[in-house]
Every structure is written in C-alpha cells, then in structure tokens.
C-alpha cells in the first residue's frame, strides 16, 4: 500500500534549527510537496522535490533521496510564527497526492 | 501562484440540512478540483476528484449520495452535504490542479463545517 510517516509533533526553540522528517512508500513517484497549516486554515505550498538534493528557499529548505524514500524539511531561524503543522504529500504515479498525517511542530521562546 | 477562492469559510447548520460549498479558480482554469475532509489533530483526506462536465471519482467510504459535487465549469466546483449530521463537522478543504503534470496544488481556504 502507500504510506507517508512523519513524526507527530516536534518542539523547537526560537531561533534554532529543526528538520521535520518524512518517508514515503508510493506506487511510483512525481516528486514531493511540503505544506505548512496554520491552525483551522488550509494548506500552504512550501516546497517541491522531484529530483534528489536539497532545495533551499529563504530559512526553509527541503532534501529529498528518491533512493530511500525519504525527504525532510529544515527550518532555520526559527520564529514564533512558525508554529504549525507541516504536511508530506508524495505524488504517485496517477499524479495523486498522497498525505502523511502532518508534524505538529511548536516552538518556544 | 494561483488563487483558489472557496466560500463560505465557516457555517453552522441544523441537523437534517443541506450545505453548500463553493470553490473557485480564479485566475486560471482549473480541469480537476479534489476536495478533502479534515477532522481535528488529523491530515487531509481526499473525498473525491473532480473533473469540469464529467461525474466525480468518489474515495472509497465517500457516500456519493450524501456529498454532491459538481463540477459545471472550468472555475467552479461545488460540494453539497446533503442531510448534515453532527458527525459530518469537519474542515472541508478544495483545490485545484493546473494541468495534467502539477508541481503544486492550488488550495482553497477552507470551509468549517459545524452542524447542530
């Protein structure tokens, strides 16, 4: 079957670093999405990975090795607001996402 | 990118009532809209696809009969809950798909769903 694991919820202090991990088993593969939702708001794009390596963007960026499946997020510079959940989706072969259940992470002063 | 507008953004409904959602593109033509169910602490879950002039796929457990869609134009799907209960409160989220070969999904900004 296809299956996204994530961790659950993740804590991080103001100013530091984390890396939200995710894994992914798919039937094929067109790439990886990261999303970030706020509390009672839909999903925003943050990232897409369709080829290894990683991709930086301002303090986020995202890694991906098609070879293990797996794919991360790094947070740099962490702020209050980035308080919120972050959602894996792999896209698979019929161009369907697929969602992992989203990393809650929370951050404190 | 492009702008998904989904209306309303939050409604409280009796129990027995129908609901309509709307989600629109509205600066492109979106060929396929997918609309989600989110329940607290928990991902999206997709409830169906939806493609303009033709029927929607239904999720395997979505009642077709109770959640109606209908994709009538390039910019515009709806989703009806027919005959709301209480356990069909949820977040309903809709988004759209650029092309056949997507590198983003367009989301909508979500409908909450109370019914009392």
């Known amino acids: 079957g296809q299956n996204i694991d994530q961790p659950t919820e993740m804590t991080a202090t103001e100013g530091a670093i984390v890396q939200i991990n995710c894994t992914y088993q798919?039937?094929?593969?067109?790439?990886l999405f990261w999303y970030q939702q706020h509390a009672g708001e839909a999903p925003t794009f943050l990232s897409y990975?369709?080829l290894d390596g990683l991709e930086e963007k301002g303090r986020f960026s995202s890694f991906l090795s098609r070879s293990k499946g797996y794919s991360y997020l790094l947070l740099k510079e962490l702020q209050m607001k980035d308080s919120a959940s972050y959602l894996c989706a792999a896209l698979d072969s019929n161009y369907q996402l697929i969602w992992g259940a989203g990393t809650k992470l929370i951050i404190k002063p | 990118g492009a702008v998904v507008s989904q209306h309303p953004s939050w409604v409280i409904c009796k129990s027995g009532t129908s609901v309509k959602i709307e989600c629109r593109s509205l600066?492109?033509?979106?060929?396929?809209m997918f609309w989600y169910r989110q329940f607290p602490k928990q991902s999206l879950m997709l409830m169906a696809t939806?493609?303009?002039?033709?029927?929607?796929?239904?999720e395997q457990g979505v009642e077709k009969d109770k959640f109606l869609i209908n994709h009538a134009s390039l910019t515009l799907s709806t989703l009806t809950v027919t005959s709301a209960h209480p356990e069909d409160s949820s977040f309903y989220i809709c988004s759209a798909r650029v092309g056949e070969e997507w590198t983003e999904a367009f989301f909508g900004q979500g409908t909450r769903l109370t019914v009392v």
């Open positions: 798919t039937s094929g593969f067109n790439g």
């Open positions: 600066d492109f033509q979106a060929t396929t």
């Open positions: 990975n369709v």
């Open positions: 939806s493609n303009e002039g033709s029927k929607a796929t239904y």
